[in-house]
Structure formats: structure tokens, C-alpha cells
């Protein structure tokens, strides 16, 4: 797990934070700004 490279202190949330970021990486600013406005409705 790649987790403890970081002593096992990442939460699930930061780690699935960090994956969603790196697919932003490769999105368009509208299609990100897309998933953060369903993100916020649902949320």
C-alpha cells in the first residue's frame, strides 16, 4: 500500500483526493468544473 510511504497517516479521503486530482490533470476546465458542481449537490 502505498499509503505507508507516508508513515500510514494519509486518510482514504486524501489519498482518493489525490486520484481524482491527477484525472483533473487530464480534464477540461469546464468538464472539471462540471464534476464540482454534481460534487456539490451531492455533498
Not at 486524501?14 to 484525472?23: G, L, P, W, Y
Request: charged letters at 25%.
Amino acid at each position: 500500500m502505498q499509503s505507508q510511504m507516508n508513515g500510514g497517516l494519509m486518510l482514504p479521503s486524501e489519498e482518493q483526493r489525490q486520484e481524482e486530482e491527477a484525472q483533473f490533470s487530464t480534464m477540461s476546465e469546464s468538464e472539471w468544473a462540471e464534476m464540482m458542481y454534481y460534487e456539490g449537490l451531492e455533498g
